[in-house]
């Protein structure tokens, strides 16, 4: 929690600078509404809660394969058709690799 809102306060400081240098209401408010939406991220991340069995692994290569997959197809309408397919082949391989990852757990039960 003190990780979240150290950067709520380093945005807050950055939309106090964009407000005094560029009076422009769309880009302030678009900034202040992030610092906003960061402290209740940070709220919700303080709130005690209990802990529970883990069903996906915390460190996993299947995980940061999908991450970049999906953040690959995000990018993908900008650099072409060919990088929207990789990225599709990358998200559909780490989809299969967290399913495989499910099984062999639901086995070891």
Do not use: C, Y
């Not at 991340?45 to 069903?55: F, I, L, M, Q, T």
């Not at 997959?69 to 397919?85: E, R």
Request: aromatic share 10%; hydrophobic share 60%; glycine share 8%.
């Amino acid at each position: 929690m003190k990780v979240i809102l150290a950067w709520a306060a380093l945005n807050a400081a950055l939309a106090l600078l964009l407000t005094l240098w560029w009076q422009k209401p769309l880009p302030n408010g678009l900034f202040w509404a992030a610092v906003v939406v960061i402290v209740a991220l940070a709220l919700v991340a303080w709130r005690p809660h209990e802990p529970r069995a883990r069903v996906v692994p915390e460190l996993s290569v299947s995980t940061i394969v999908l991450a970049f997959g999906i953040a690959g197809l995000i990018a993908g309408s900008t650099f072409g058709d060919w990088n929207f397919f990789l990225s599709g082949l990358v998200t559909l391989v780490g989809l299969a690799g967290l399913a495989r990852e499910l099984a062999v757990q639901r086995r070891r039960r």
